[in-house]
C-alpha cells in the first residue's frame, strides 16, 4: 500500500504538470524513465527519490517545497496554508512574462476595488 506522502508528493507532481501543460510522456522523456513509471510515480504507488524529485522540481520550474505543501505541518513559503486554487493561481503566474504577470495583478487589482 503507497505511503500517504508517496500519494500527496505525486498529486503534486500531476498537479504541476497539468499546470505547465505537458503531458506524462513529455515529462517521462525529459526526465529519462517511461511514461509507465511517470504514472506510478504520479498515483504513489512508486517513491519518487530525492534526486528525481530535484530533477522535476527544476524541469517543472519549481521548488522542491511545492511538492510537500498541504501535507500536515508543511506550509507554502513558512506562511498560512493556502487553497488549492491559491496554489494553482501562484504557479500560474510564475510561469508568466513579468509584463504579463503586472498586467494581470493590475486587473485582479480592479477587480478587488469594484468588489468593495
Given amino acids: 500500500m503507497a505511503h500517504q506522502v508517496d500519494v500527496h508528493v505525486g498529486s503534486k507532481v500531476r498537479e504541476r504538470r497539468k499546470v505547465k501543460g505537458l503531458t506524462q510522456v513529455q515529462v517521462a522523456t525529459e526526465l529519462g524513465i517511461t511514461f509507465q513509471q511517470m504514472q506510478k510515480y504520479e498515483t504513489g504507488s512508486n517513491r519518487i527519490s530525492s ?3 530535484f530533477e ?5 520550474d519549481c521548488p ?3 511538492f510537500f505543501e498541504g501535507l ?4 507554502a513559503d513558512g506562511e498560512a ?3 488549492q486554487t491559491e496554489v494553482r493561481m501562484l504557479h ?3 510561469a508568466m512574462p513579468e509584463k504579463l504577470r503586472s ?5 485582479a487589482e480592479m477587480m478587488v476595488d469594484k468588489a468593495s
Wanted: avoid cysteine; charged fraction near 30%; aromatic fraction near 8%.
Fill in 51 to 53: 534526486s528525481k524529485l
Fill in 56 to 60: 522535476i522540481a527544476k524541469f517543472m
Fill in 64 to 66: 522542491i517545497t511545492y
Fill in 72 to 75: 500536515d505541518g508543511v506550509e
Fill in 81 to 83: 496554508p493556502r487553497t
Fill in 92 to 94: 500560474a503566474t510564475r
Fill in 103 to 107: 498586467k494581470l495583478l493590475e486587473m
